[in-house]
């Protein structure tokens, strides 16, 4: 090229603000004579881009995460991605070169999961260190837009340094966070939101990870914070996913590494509906929906002072034992996750005697209410396998506030409408019989196993307290012994009237799933409201007590 051609570039480079190799590409396409010529030159142009800078390459392999497109790839199904503003490129980025800021950092487009439609976009650490721009955030906001109006799950992925400095000073602001947060607020509901932080994820993005309605990070690679860490400490310390995320809530699903993160998100979303307007995919898991476990006959102590494993009695009733679980490391006293019974989706929630005898804290009844009314919005039923002796006796949750929290679970599990059934496996005291609702809570089916024990408390711990003046004014303690016999009989006969009473069937424990199976045939059509009410008064929606 001679000197004159060269200042040409040079001083329309300079004119347009744009690197001198864009100004090459595009006096190429509008100088080539044939469409192929003219392809050529997009095709070269979106090859660099799709391969990256292969240093900022291995520094990402280097630290054991994936690429932006190599974390796409391997969520969509092979071949399915369709990648939308790929020669983006930065108003500002203030990184010296910028040829290096070639779609602004962000990954778009669109692909499927087991051949479902699914709605993507991927933060690149290797482009400006995934930092948010104007164009950044614009094309996050333009794929969110295209996920709600084609009523298709949206999966984000962060993996960004945060907000762009030299680019946040002329946000418009509708290319801002605050735009996404927006939209985030408007799919609520609407469509299944997931968010995948596999790296750091600051400040205003944290945000906008936890308003979707899972949240997934990975071990030693992902945190997560809102504000800045305090000197001496890090990000990764701050925010870190196993030691802070997972345990206080922010964390649904923690991933060992990418590859396990992708694959897990994969698995969540083939359980859930596309949208609001759609049932939960059925499908064909190939196990016997009669089939019945002898081991359920003594999986459950008749002891309520003993402990059994409800993840072990879950993996004798769902298909194939399957169950992905929600937010495991946190409240552990409860259970929540999806699973399949004869091939549908159903949101699972279950006491965990292993963990404070199975009580509800302050804790425990957000993560149920959370998880019953995302099952709700997407019309996915709910069943309860209740061992739970009411709620956790303690000053301190008292102090932190367990009625308004209790009384949001209950609200929570009364007003949803999709089909839900409860199973009393054992403890069914106090108020675990509003955190696991029976008919009086709006309650389709309430069935129990004869381990089962209603009421505020155990039959025991009711004439302890019922009896205890009668009982102590007795000196002889062989009488005593008869009178409290005597007392502990008429007790136990009162509690199994409420037995009979609260539950509408007690089963044989074998029959659990193919009950449950059948149960949720006959509700599948179910309805909102009962017929024998009158319709209630129009509203726009509950109101929460914080």
Request: aromatic letters at 8%; hydrophobic letters at 35%.
């Amino acid at each position: 090229m001679t000197e004159e051609g060269k200042h040409r570039l040079e001083n329309l480079a300079r004119q347009f603000g744009v690197p001198v190799e864009y100004v090459e590409t595009v006096l190429g396409i509008r100088e080539a004579r044939t469409m192929q010529e003219k392809l050529d030159f997009f095709q070269k142009e979106q090859l660099g881009i799709e391969l990256g800078n292969p240093q900022a390459v291995k520094q990402q392999h280097d630290k054991g995460k994936l690429t932006a497109r190599e974390r796409v790839d391997k969520l969509l199904d092979p071949g399915s991605f369709q990648e939308l503003d790929l020669l983006r490129r930065p108003y500002e980025c203030g990184y010296p070169g910028e040829e290096t800021g070639r779609g602004d950092g962000v990954v778009t487009g669109f692909g499927t999961i087991d051949g479902r439609p699914v709605t993507v976009w991927s933060q690149d650490a290797t482009v400006m260190g995934g930092t948010v721009g104007t164009v950044h955030a614009r094309k996050i906001i333009r794929t969110m837009e295209n996920a709600l109006q084609s009523r298709t799950p949206i999966v984000g992925i962060f993996d960004s340094e945060g907000i762009r400095a030299h680019d946040a000073i002329q946000y418009p602001d509708f290319y801002s966070p605050g735009a996404m947060a927006y939209f985030q607020t408007l799919a609520s509901g609407v469509i299944p939101k997931i968010s995948l932080v596999m790296g750091p994820c600051t400040g205003e993005m944290a945000l906008i990870a936890n308003l979707s309605d899972f949240v997934f990070m990975v071990r030693n690679t992902s945190f997560m914070h809102l504000a800045s860490p305090p000197p001496g400490i890090d990000g990764q310390t701050l925010g870190d996913a196993w030691k802070v995320q997972a345990r206080v809530g922010p964390c649904d699903v923690l991933a060992d590494t990418d590859e396990d993160c992708l694959a897990k998100c994969r698995q969540l979303v083939s359980l859930l509906p596309s949208n609001n307007l759609e049932l939960p995919p059925r499908v064909d898991t190939g196990d016997d929906p009669n089939r019945r476990e002898e081991e359920l006959l003594e999986i459950v102590p008749i002891n309520t002072a003993k402990p059994f494993s409800m993840y072990r009695l879950i993996s004798l009733i769902t298909d194939k034992g399957d169950f992905f679980e929600i937010k495991r490391h946190f409240a552990q006293n409860l259970i929540t996750g999806f699973a399949r019974f004869g091939g549908n989706p159903v949101g699972l929630l279950a006491s965990n005697p292993q963990f404070k005898g199975g009580c509800m804290n302050i804790d425990a009844a957000d993560k149920m209410s959370r998880f019953v009314r995302f099952c709700d919005a997407f019309n996915i039923p709910l069943i309860w396998l209740a061992d739970s002796p009411a709620f956790l006796p303690a000053i301190e949750e008292e102090r932190r506030g367990l009625i308004r929290h209790g009384s949001r679970m209950v609200m929570a599990n009364s007003e949803a409408t999709v089909p839900r059934i409860t199973v009393s496996v054992r403890k069914h005291f106090g108020g675990g019989r509003l955190s696991f609702p029976g008919p009086f809570l709006g309650s389709d089916v309430s069935i129990a196993w004869p381990t089962v024990e209603p009421g505020l408390m155990s039959a025991e711990g009711a004439v302890g307290i019922m009896y205890r003046k009668e009982l102590s004014a007795i000196e002889d303690e062989t009488v005593r012994k008869e009178r409290h016999n005597e007392r502990l009989e008429e007790m136990r006969w009162c509690l199994d009237m409420l037995i009979r009473e609260s539950n509408e069937k007690i089963i044989d424990p074998r029959d659990t799933r193919p009950f449950l199976i059948e149960a949720l045939k006959w509700l599948r059509n179910r309805q909102d409201g009962s017929l024998t009410s009158k319709e209630l008064p129009p509203r726009k929606h509950e109101n929460f007590r914080m």
